[in-house]
């Protein structure tokens, strides 16, 4: 989009946030279902925002993954699939899989939100830009547990649709 832009050019969605500019997210502040407090963004992608949040009731953090407004409401089949995300993560019991919190809507703009377990880690793809090349050993590790997390899913006839160093934390 242009600079200074307001609107989508393309499907005419809202912009609220542009080049990381978070003086002009609402989410940031905002707490959603009195449950969690989101403070701070941590990336986007073409679906929505991740965002670090406030457990309140249990003062831990969370991640709070926000679909993109306008697809929330403009395009069904891929809301059905976040609402489809959401549901095929939380049946996972893996200890390398991503523990989900809550799902819903937001009541201040009707978006849909999921939370999850926080991990404090880097991204593989954060990991393989800095520290290549990686040692045999090492990728065979990461990979064992990955292709384990996975045969779980499968197992349950979930299929990973976004299976990339971006999506693969790794936690000490």
Do not use: W
């Amino acid at each position: 989009c242009e600079e200074g832009a307001r609107f989508c050019p393309s499907c005419g969605a809202s912009l609220i946030n542009v080049e990381g500019d978070t003086d002009h997210d609402p989410y940031i502040g905002m707490k959603i279902r009195n449950s969690f407090l989101i403070e701070s963004m941590l990336g986007e992608g073409g679906m929505g925002r991740v965002y670090q949040a406030t457990q309140l009731s249990l003062d831990k953090p969370v991640a709070v993954k926000i679909l993109h407004k306008h697809l929330t409401f403009q395009d069904k089949r891929v809301a059905s699939r976040f609402k489809q995300e959401a549901k095929s993560a939380s049946m996972l019991e893996h200890p390398n899989s991503i523990q989900i919190i809550d799902f819903g809507q937001i009541e201040q703009d009707g978006s849909l939100f999921i939370a999850m377990e926080f991990l404090p880690g880097k991204p593989l793809s954060d990991v393989i830009e800095s520290e290549f090349p990686l040692s045999a050993r090492r990728v065979t590790h990461i990979m064992s547990q990955t292709c384990s997390v996975l045969a779980e899913a499968h197992d349950k006839g979930i299929i990973h649709r976004a299976l990339k160093p971006e999506n693969i934390v790794l936690v000490d």
